[in-house]
């Protein structure tokens, strides 16, 4: 029986794999046919390895492919002729499985020159590609691993110059180069001294720009779990299903994978409505190297830390700009995209774990926190969240806790105070996200998943009677589009003759529950 997977290469036949075969026949027809160089850089987990796999498989019929890793090769770029061995030696096993004359394997395989092991290695790949009745295409994955090594900059160098000079009609070389890692090559940074200033130095200008997008589709999340239901039928809908996981994942290949995973254990809640907020849940809680990397990376990158926290709990809108290092880090790195010239959080998944991370660095110092976490379980009834008794403690605490805190303080941090103070009331049980269309300075629509129930609740700051009226309106809206009919408005109010506290009204047969702090 085949399984989901999360680790390593996905293999048809093995694995359940959403159908990237429109994305590996672009590749193949834009990029490799063309004779192009490139780097397929993209964050970490998205499946480049899959990706070099499936064009391998697809390539090595007509060509021949030379398929390596960079990923343990640190004694390559001790010199330069350990560079020119080693990589002899790594794509000479690739030469022989497929099939090419003895005489050009060992042609390939002599002891190479000490004193000139680059030119003797540029020299062996012409001999090679003349050589060969096939085109031959190297494939490097890991490339950026030793990407700021002067040694891997000369290996650059070399397959640059006699790119150019193929052009020229002057030399014999690859027909493509596809290198896969992280950080596009093209564009380092690059650090190569201890005490040096970092540089911007690399001579894979050459290298076309790659600019397909392989993240899934919903049509291609659907294929993995048509698949699926034809081996196993436990009744999926389809269509639903695989929106749902597009909604929350935004078509990240790991995300998609590991909550296909979670539904598909014998103990999981199935595949519904309640075995997907489960395998959310499941997924937010349970250490995994792709959130793992995501802390360190915030730790090592402070300026995009401070981006991202004003975006989630400020509401400070940014325009995309590519040049911009803290956008172009986080986008790298695949927090960050670009959502209507507007930088945005990458997905909901991400949104939802960069929230944890960040709120749970003020855990131990916030008052809020501790005081919903000492009567926490005094809200959730018959296995059912109070969410009108969480806004009624919420108003009471607020006003003791803060009731000398300037406005400044308040409107910059409102939104974090009230997450701080659901955070271990829903804890473990539910999930909460920020719906994206009213991310913003002056108003936000939170959207809680308990066990299967959901809260609409809207935080705002009062800016006058008109201004709640438009927000109860489309708060409204939100409730008939969630077939709910009951809501929740929490609005920080810096009047002095301000009336704080819950008040009900009725609207369309539907109830809103304000509180104003």
């Not at 697809?58 to 010199?79: G, M, P, T, Y």
């Not at 929230?355 to 296995?383: C, H, P, W």
């Not at 009213?438 to 809207?458: A, P, W």
Request: glycine share 6%; charged share 25%; aromatic share 12%.
């Amino acid at each position: 029986m085949k399984y989901f997977n999360t680790t390593g290469i996905c293999i048809p036949g093995i694995h359940y794999m959403a159908d990237t075969s429109a994305v590996i026949d672009q590749i193949i027809r834009q990029y490799v046919s063309p004779g192009k160089y490139f780097t397929i850089d993209r964050p970490r987990q998205c499946g480049k390895t899959t990706t070099l796999y499936l064009l391998e498989e697809r390539l090595k019929n007509r060509n021949i492919v030379l398929s390596i890793s960079f990923e343990s090769a640190d004694e390559l770029f001790v010199s330069l002729y350990h560079l020119a061995a080693g990589f002899i030696r790594k794509t000479a096993r690739t030469l022989t499985l497929q099939g090419l004359p003895e005489q050009i394997c060992t042609n390939w395989q002599q002891p190479v020159s000490q004193d000139f092991p680059l030119d003797d290695l540029g020299q062996r790949i012409t001999r090679l590609c003349t050589d060969c009745p096939q085109n031959i295409i190297l494939m490097i994955d890991e490339a950026d691993k030793s990407s700021d090594n002067q040694i891997f900059l000369s290996f650059l160098g070399l397959l640059r110059e006699k790119y150019l000079d193929q052009m020229k009609g002057k030399d014999k070389t690859f027909q493509s180069v596809i290198l896969a890692g992280v950080y596009d090559v093209k564009n380092l940074k690059l650090k190569l001294h201890p005490g040096t200033e970092p540089k911007y130095n690399s001579p894979w200008n050459i290298a076309v720009d790659f600019h397909l997008d392989m993240f899934f589709s919903p049509d291609a999340i659907a294929s993995m779990l048509r698949d699926y239901e034809h081996d196993r039928h436990m009744g999926i809908d389809i269509p639903w299903m695989s929106q749902s996981l597009y909604d929350y994942t935004s078509g990240y290949p790991f995300l998609i994978s590991r909550l296909c995973q979670i539904m598909a254990q014998p103990d999981s809640h199935g595949w519904n409505k309640d075995g997907f907020q489960n395998a959310v849940r499941e997924l937010l809680k349970t250490p995994n190297t792709l959130f793992d990397d995501m802390s360190k990376k915030l730790s090592e990158y402070p300026e995009l830390k401070e981006m991202i926290c004003s975006i989630l709990f400020q509401g400070k809108k940014y325009a995309y700009e590519a040049e911009n290092h803290r956008i172009h880090i986080g986008k790298m790195f695949g927090f960050l995209k670009d959502e209507q010239g507007i930088v945005s959080i990458s997905n909901r998944i991400f949104e939802m774990k960069l929230y944890n991370l960040l709120l749970s660095e003020n855990e131990t110092d916030s008052r809020m926190f501790t005081a919903a976490d000492m009567v926490k379980n005094q809200f959730i009834i018959d296995g059912t969240l109070h969410m009108e008794l969480v806004m009624q403690k919420f108003c009471e605490y607020f006003e003791e806790i803060y009731a000398d805190a300037d406005d400044r303080f308040i409107e910059d941090n409102g939104r974090r105070i009230f997450l701080m103070f659901l955070k271990p009331i829903i804890n473990g049980s539910g999930n909460y996200y920020i719906e994206s269309r009213t991310r913003n300075l002056k108003r936000t629509d939170i959207i809680i998943d308990y066990k299967g129930t959901q809260s609409i609740i809207e935080l705002k700051i009062w800016h006058g009677e008109e201004y709640n009226r438009r927000g109860e309106k489309q708060l409204l809206e939100y409730l008939k589009y969630y077939h709910l009919k009951k809501g929740y408005m929490l609005s920080f109010n810096f009047n002095k003759n301000k009336q704080t506290g819950i008040r009900q009204m009725r609207f369309d047969g539907r109830l809103l529950i304000e509180a104003v702090v």
